[in-house]
Structure formats: C-alpha cells, structure tokens
C-alpha cells in the first residue's frame, strides 16, 4: 500500500497557467498572434540543448513514445494527431462523472513530441522530436484531482505503473518516459522495467524535486532509480542543478527544468518547473536516435548520451547533474559513430568468414513441443544402441581373449611356459 511518505506525484511544479490570448507576461493577443509568441518563449531552451541542429539529421519519424503520465489531451492543437490513447490505470480514484484535466500529462507530450501549430504550424509549442508519435497511458492523477489522496492510499493501485510500462511495451513503443516518482520501490516495477529493457525499450525518467527539503544528497526516487533507467535531473540556463532538483547517485544526465514552456489543455500554455520538463527533454533527445539509429541498444542509447554531454562536472561525474547535461546535436553525432563502428566490425566478421551477410542471432519464433519431444526420443534410442552396441563388442572381446587362454594351456591344465620346467617345488 502507497502510504503519503510513499506517494507517487508528478515531477513538476506548473508555475502559470497561460491562456491563449495571454503568454508569458505579453500583452494581451489574439489567438493567432499567440503561437509565435509561444514558439519564442520555448525555444530558448530547445537552443540550450542544441536542438535545432540535430532536427538536420532526425525529427522523431517511425518512434512511438510512451508517455505515462495524467494522461494526455490529444486534441490541443500542437499534438493533434500525434496520440494514441491507451488504457486509464486510475479508474475509480476520482469520483463517478469527474472529467481529468490532463494537465501534467498533455505538457510532457508537447515537450516531446509537440508538432506546433497555426499556418506552416509555425506557431505554439514544438517538441524536441516533432514526428514522433505519443502513446498515452494514464497511470497517476494530476495533484489537484479530487481521487489523488485515494490512489495514493488504495494499494489496488500500486501496480497502475507496472501495467502501464508493460502496455507500452506490448503497443510498440521504443522510448517510455515517467515525468513521476515516489520514494517506495516495488518488485513488480523493477521487473516490468527490466522487461522492457529487455525487449529494446528506453525507459527515462524523472530523478525527483526534493532537493531544498533536505541538505546534502537526497533519498531514491523510484521509477528513476531503478536500475538500467536514464535518470533525467533539472538544469537552469547556466546549465547548473536547479536548486529543487534532487541529488543522488541515480542521476544520469541533465536537462533544461527552469520556466519550460509547453501546451496545456483547452488551448491554454503553460510554464513549469522540474525534473518533469526535463526527462521530456531526454526522452525527445533518445527519440531522434531511435528515429536515426532505431539498431541501438538501450545500454548503448545511454552511452552516447553520457559521452556527449556538455557542461561535464569536474572529474566527469556529479550526483546533481550526472554526467553533464544533454546535447542533442553531439548525441546524435555520437550515435552515428557508434553506428558506424558496429557496422564496419561487422563488415569486418563478414569478410573473415569468407564474405556474405554477417549472420545475426539466433531467434526461436516457434516451439514444436510435440516434434522436440519425438526427436528427444529418437535421440535417446540412438544413445541406448550405441551403448547396447558397445556392451556387445567388450562381451565378445572378453570372449576371444578366454578361447586364445584355453588353446595355450598345456595338458593337465597349466599353462605351459616355453623353456622353463613346468615342476615346481613348495617353499
């Protein structure tokens, strides 16, 4: 049971609710004018990480993320056709008829996946993989919902994230990101992120926002301690650990968490704070390389992300901000180094076998028990006459050694020894 020390909760703090008319402090617009105001509020931060550039090598196109979250509106301008709804693991939390918001969860999508909108959708909030697509799973209840206290304290929810990974995996997803964390780890989330890992998922997520409630290092935050997870911490402009961000030795790199723009529901944008905007960051990132690179590991994901970082900690590595802060643009580059290292060794291996396709690993699609079975016995029959088979050879050899030791014998039936005199005195 999820106790309130344990509680899950989002991984942001949405500072502003902005309406469309109304952005960031401008001066009342109309709707139109707004989304190009949006855009340049957003895209300092997409700068920051060197956004831009990579969108000359990949935009997202042919990767699914998963976005487990409050669940995502997927009629906002800047998202329209671009989500796919899944299941709601939180049915019944909140009272019979209640409509959620969406909140948290439809600005972690446009963050990720946020294709713009207006005329050339030149206006709004663009993600940092616009061509991705998003599979929503709605697993936690934004804060402000009236269920939240029951999920937290109803243990008939505590496998709502578990299934929600395990869904993701099983409708095609290749990157899941968790903008959510509690203190209480679970059996069954590990193993449902490790099966994930298992079948080529990414898995990111958010390293928490409990940085200034305690000194010095901060307790896990589970789902992003896990083991095998790209744990995403929160980086003002100067790309230094934002003050609420949590530290611990699970972080794995860092991200822009500072005043982040994204769309929210009914046409209002908002402005948040957290690891949250900053694990949809590194979960964009990760999606150009599956778009580009979809062969790559999730261990070797992680390994160019970490050794493309800017603003690398001295000695490399920092529990505040892992191993630097992502670069979209270096990430990418890396990746398709490393893409091109495992293709020349393969060229390589082809060549030392004599040419020809490099054989890949072995893969059983299907088991036919009842032939396996038929084979096992045909098998154990063989071994059974070879034996059978060897038994009789030894026999007739013991044999043949008996009849050669009765033709040599002398009459009486002592063994007649050549030269020597057959009678032997007692001593």
Not at 75 to 85: E, K, R
Not at 242 to 252: I, L
Not at 256 to 275: K, S
Request: charged share 10%; net charge neutral; proline share 7%.
């Amino acid at each position: 049971m999820l106790t309130r020390a344990g509680r899950l909760t989002v991984a942001c703090a949405l500072a502003a609710v902005l309406p469309a008319a109304g952005v960031i402090g401008a001066p009342a617009a109309s709707a139109q004018g707004t989304g190009p105001q949006v855009r340049a509020a957003e895209l300092p931060e997409l700068r920051q990480i060197d956004v831009p550039a990579a969108w000359r090598a990949a935009k997202g196109a042919g990767v699914t993320v998963a976005v487990l979250d409050t669940g995502v509106d997927a009629t906002v301008p800047d998202l329209a056709g671009s989500v796919t709804t899944g299941p709601d693991y939180t049915l019944g939390a909140d009272p019979p008829g209640y409509q959620p918001p969406h909140l948290h969860g439809t600005y972690i999508a446009s963050l990720i996946a946020g294709h713009g909108s207006g005329p050339g959708r030149a206006g709004g909030v663009i993600g940092v993989a616009p061509d991705a697509k998003v599979l929503s799973v709605r697993v936690i209840l934004d804060d402000q919902e009236p269920g939240f206290a029951v999920y937290n304290e109803n243990a008939s929810y505590a496998d709502a994230i578990p299934d929600g990974i395990r869904y993701a995996v099983s409708h095609g997803a290749s990157v899941i990101n968790m903008s959510l964390g509690g203190a209480v780890s679970t059996r069954d989330m590990r193993l449902a992120i490790a099966d994930a890992i298992s079948h080529n998922v990414v898995v990111v997520a958010a390293v928490g926002n409990n940085g200034t409630a305690r000194g010095g290092y901060t307790p896990y935050s589970y789902p992003a301690s896990f083991t095998g997870v790209i744990s995403v911490a929160a980086v003002g402009a100067s790309g230094a650990r934002a003050s609420f961000s949590d530290r611990n030795a699970s972080v794995v790199i860092a991200a822009p968490g500072v005043n982040v723009v994204g769309a929210g529901p009914d046409g209002e944008y908002l402005t948040g704070d957290g690891t949250s905007p900053a694990s949809a960051f590194v979960a964009g990132v990760v999606a150009l390389i599956r778009s580009k690179y979809p062969a790559l590991s999730p261990a070797l994901v992680t390994q160019v992300l970490v050794g493309s970082t800017r603003h690398r900690p001295a000695g490399g590595y920092s529990p505040g901000t892992g191993f630097g802060e992502v670069d979209a643009a270096a990430a990418l580059a890396a990746a398709g180094r490393l893409a091109g290292q495992r293709t020349a060794a393969g060229l390589a291996a082809s060549a030392h076998l004599g040419g020809g396709p490099l054989p890949g690993p072995i893969q059983v699609v299907h088991r036919d028990h009842a032939k396996i079975a038929a084979l096992g016995a045909v098998a154990l029959a063989a071994a059974l006459g070879f034996l059978l088979a060897l038994a009789l050879l030894v026999l007739m050899a013991l044999q043949l050694l008996q009849g050669r030791g009765r033709a040599g014998r002398a009459p009486g039936g002592d063994a007649a020894v050549p030269g020597q005199d057959t009678n032997v005195a007692e001593t």
